[in-house]
Nanobody
């Protein structure tokens, strides 16, 4: 099993940057596929970004492509989400997620963090 704790959220103005971090417990972190999801008020949770166990493969939702960057450090058991050029529509609770499977990287995650709030004002 793995436990996930997100940090780094906050209130920023449009056009600003934030860096979210997810700290994972466990000695097998490097074997997990990791992703970030978000959930805005009144909306369903949606996929944001994915990174493979090695960090060699990434994938982004079109809404954040070119603005967000996902990365991981397997030595430190962390996965980060660098968010640039933030927009008001990026406002949401952001969740870190993990799973063992490499199939369907945008869904079916088994482990979730508690979430961190990101609010972007216009």
């Amino acid at each position: 099993q793995v436990q996930l704790v997100e940090s780094g959220g906050g209130l920023v103005q449009a056009g600003s940057s934030l860096r979210l971090s997810c700290a994972a417990s466990g000695r097998t972190f490097s074997s997990y596929t990791m992703s970030w999801f978000r959930q805005a008020p009144g909306k369903e949770r949606e996929f944001v970004a994915y990174i493979s166990w090695s960090g060699g493969s990434t994938y982004y939702d079109d809404s954040v492509k070119g603005r967000f960057t996902i990365s991981r450090d397997n030595a430190k058991n962390t996965v980060d989400l660098q968010m640039n050029s933030l927009k008001p529509e990026d406002t949401a609770v952001y969740y870190c997620a993990a799973k063992r499977s490499v199939i369907q990287p945008t869904m079916n995650y088994n482990y979730w963090g508690q979430g961190t709030q990101v609010t972007v004002s216009s």
